[in-house]
């Protein structure tokens, strides 16, 4: 139901744009996270934004480096990650939680969130 895309292999210091889409549904109608997962570590928060885009909250690691943003004419968010670094190494996935439920209840957990998209691989290199 939702669909992430835009990884790959990047260098230390690169950028990246992720996208996530939504078929059958409207994302604007949607809070939307992204967490990514490292290799052998847990699913982790990254960042999550209200419906509206008035609240977006990020975890401190990548407070002014990644942002989020909507793009409702193409039912899409983004992620833009600048000055990558080899720690932001992961399986970044979007999500959101059912329609009747805010960000701030899903919060930062994975069980928060009901919808999921099939993840891409972010590799940054040093």
């Known amino acids: 139901q939702l669909q992430a895309s835009g990884g790959g292999l990047v260098q230390a210091g690169g950028s990246l744009r992720l996208s996530c889409t939504a078929s059958?549904?409207?994302?604007?109608?949607?809070?939307v996270a992204w967490f990514r997962q490292p290799p052998g570590k847990e699913r982790e928060f990254v960042v999550v934004?209200?419906?509206?885009?008035?609240?977006?909250y990020y975890t401190e690691s990548v407070e002014g480096r990644f942002t989020l943003s909507r793009n409702n004419a193409k039912n899409t968010v983004y992620l833009q990650m600048n000055s990558l670094k080899p720690e932001d190494t992961a399986v970044y996935y979007c999500?959101?939680?059912?329609?009747?439920?805010?960000?701030?209840?899903?919060?930062?957990?994975?069980?928060?969130?009901?919808?999921w998209g099939q993840g891409t691989q972010v590799t940054v290199s040093s």
């Open positions: 999500a959101a939680p059912v329609q009747s439920s805010r960000w701030y209840t899903a919060g930062i957990r994975p069980s928060g969130y009901s919808y």
């Open positions: 059958g549904r409207t994302l604007s109608n949607y809070d």
């Open positions: 934004t209200s419906r509206d885009g008035s609240s977006t």
